[in-house]
């Protein structure tokens, strides 16, 4: 039987932490293994798997903010990718973790796989698919990350519960606190606590059961503190980076942010999308001016050697302030000691939220509302819908070996369905756009 497994039954512990701060129940795995090299944590297990994944390095192309090889990446080569992004909120959050008591192995497992899930073309991708897997459950990122790493990954395999013999796929078989760490959004479609027409979500129906012994004894809709270091680092990563992309290739101008009606034009972008509806725009003003008010703004950028010294060290700035007012918060609020799982909150100040939130929006305004991205996001959308509905018509044909099993065993329309799912978001860009091209011209 090719497939995947049901996860009903619990395994026995695997536990090799030795801080008492992480207990059996959380370096549990689902299947126990032993550790091909004693003496490491099952934190660092943890981080080694994901390092290792070749899901991991298709993120390489994937898209960030634009395309991986594209006219608008021909100004500099090392424009980021999905990948430089998650190795950079990686860094970010491993330490920012480590300083407020967390294993930065954990955190760092957790930041590197928060985007795994992401489909080609990014968001754009990501909308697409959701609409074309609507009637099997929907498309969602990180929901696709928690799949990735329980099934579709290919490391680790346990027979079937069924008492056939098969084997079935555990995808990287990560700790307990390792999968927790990952989930941004720990509830199921429709499911949001506070925002009932959210599309954000993270777990898919069919893999409830292992969701749910992920999130053994977290308390529910409750992300843990090291979810929380990781989504911070999150955005933080990316808010800095897009602009300092943005400034890099000449779309943003440090000059036009001083302009009223710029400004009136990025607050309309920011207030819905980034802060809170009601947000005031005096809020997103003050903490614009804060920024441009510091000595190591980049009030200008030029190309040169200097000019280009002077961004990475505002670059480097702008990161050490939103993790140095998160952690000094953080720990006013609960004393010195090492706070992981479920024993706090991450405090991030309002100031250094609507901060983050101002480089977002600027990011947005001047990068990725430019006319040729909106053109080129149309085309991967029809990209993705067609390609979708030629792999429909064809599979199994067109799917790599691993979905064609998976395919051929699914028990019904739906489950095929969401199996062409997986296949299309695991793709890179190139590769989607290769076989869409295949598949397209010999239906034409």
């Not at 994937?62 to 594209?70: E, I, R, Y």
């Not at 499911?191 to 012994?213: C, I, N, R």
């Not at 990563?237 to 710029?262: C, K, N, Q, R, T």
């Not at 691993?402 to 199996?419: E, I, S, Y």
Request: proline share 6%; charged share 25%.
């Amino acid at each position: 039987m090719a497939g995947t497994t049901d996860f009903t039954t619990p395994p026995p512990s695997d536990s090799s932490h030795p801080s008492g701060a992480y207990d059996e129940a959380a370096t549990e795995r689902w299947a126990t293994e032993p550790d091909k090299r004693p003496g490491r944590t099952a934190f660092q297990r943890d981080r080694a798997r994901v390092l290792h994944s070749s899901a991991l390095r298709r993120l390489a192309g994937k898209t960030q903010v634009v395309t991986p090889g594209s006219r608008s990446q021909e100004w500099d080569a090392s424009a980021r990718t999905r990948l430089t992004h998650s190795l950079e909120c990686a860094q970010v959050g491993r330490e920012l973790g480590a300083a407020l008591g967390c294993d930065p192995d954990l955190v760092e497992a957790a930041c590197l796989s928060h985007d795994m899930g992401h489909p080609p073309f990014g968001h754009n991708g990501e909308q697409a698919l959701n609409e074309f897997a609507g009637d099997c459950g929907g498309f969602e990122g990180n929901a696709q990350s928690l799949r990735l790493l329980t099934r579709i990954e290919p490391k680790r395999f346990v027979r079937a519960p069924d008492g056939s013999g098969d084997l079935v796929s555990v995808g990287l078989n990560l700790t307990r606190a390792a999968l927790d760490a990952a989930t941004k959004y720990p509830w199921p479609r429709g499911a949001h606590p506070t925002q009932p027409g959210s599309v954000k979500f993270g777990v898919y129906e069919d893999d409830l059961p292992v969701f749910a012994w992920a999130r053994l004894g977290a308390p529910a809709d409750r992300t843990c503190f090291e979810a929380q270091v990781m989504d911070w680092s999150d955005d933080v990563a990316y808010s800095v980076h897009d602009f300092e992309d943005g400034l890099h290739a000449g779309h943003i101008d440090p000059a036009a942010l001083s302009s009223e009606a710029e400004r009136r034009a990025i607050w309309s972008v920011a207030i819905g999308r980034y802060v809170p509806a009601d947000t005031d725009p005096q809020e997103l003003s003050d903490a614009l001016d804060r920024l441009i008010g510091q000595e190591w703004w980049p009030h200008g950028y030029d190309g040169s050697a200097v000019a280009q010294g002077r961004l990475k060290d505002a670059t480097s700035q702008l990161i050490g302030r939103f993790c140095l007012a998160a952690e000094s918060a953080t720990r006013q609020a609960y004393g010195p000691g090492p706070l992981t799982r479920y024993a706090a909150e991450l405090v991030v100040p309002r100031e250094a939220r609507d901060e983050c939130a101002v480089l977002k929006a600027v990011a947005d305004r001047y990068v990725m509302q430019r006319a040729e991205q909106e053109a080129l996001r149309a085309d991967q959308r029809i990209v993705l819908a067609e390609l979708a509905e030629a792999l429909t018509a064809s599979a199994p044909e067109g799917l790599d070996p691993q979905f064609r099993a998976l395919f051929d065993a699914a028990p019904d329309d739906r489950a095929r369905k969401r199996v062409i799912v997986d296949q299309i978001a695991s793709f890179t860009d190139a590769a989607a756009r290769s076989l869409h091209a295949g598949l397209t011209s010999r239906r034409a």
